[in-house]
Nanobody, 115 residues
Framework: QVQLVESGGGLAQPGGSLRLSCAAS????????VGWYRQPPGKQREWVAV???????NYADSVKGRFTISRDDTKNTVYLQMSSLKPEDTAVYFC?????????WGQGTQVTVSS
């Protein structure tokens, strides 16, 4: 069974940085699509970034230039480096793995940006 575990969330000041990790239970990221999503308080979940099987990346306009998604297949981990954080980045962050017609989600990690 596929298991995804996010970590790295916490409290950051505006302008600060955090790096989120999404670790998989096996060698399942390689060649597949992995995305990061977030759900701000009281709002719907929204897409943040994606990395395709070949390594191509794409970002939501709201985070472009500030966030970077990357993967390390040797560690079965996908990262989201977040810089220049803003209060509006406050949310629970989730990773999602898509394998064919199936999607798998992690449990989420809280990110709070506040002074």
């Amino acid at each position: 069974q596929v298991q995804l575990v996010e970590s790295g969330g916490g409290l950051a000041q505006p302008g600060g940085s955090l790096r989120l990790s999404c670790a998989a239970s096996g060698s399942i990221f390689s060649g597949n699509v992995v995305g990061w999503y977030r759900q701000p308080p009281g709002k719907q979940r929204e897409w943040v970034a994606v990395i395709l099987g070949g390594g191509t990346t794409n970002y939501a306009d709201s985070v472009k230039g500030r966030f970077t998604i990357s993967r390390d297949d040797t560690k079965n981990t996908v990262y989201l480096q977040m810089s220049s954080l803003k209060p509006e980045d406050t949310a629970v962050y989730f990773c999602r793995l898509t394998v064919g017609l199936y999607s798998y989600w992690g449990q989420g990690t809280q990110v709070t940006v506040s002074s």
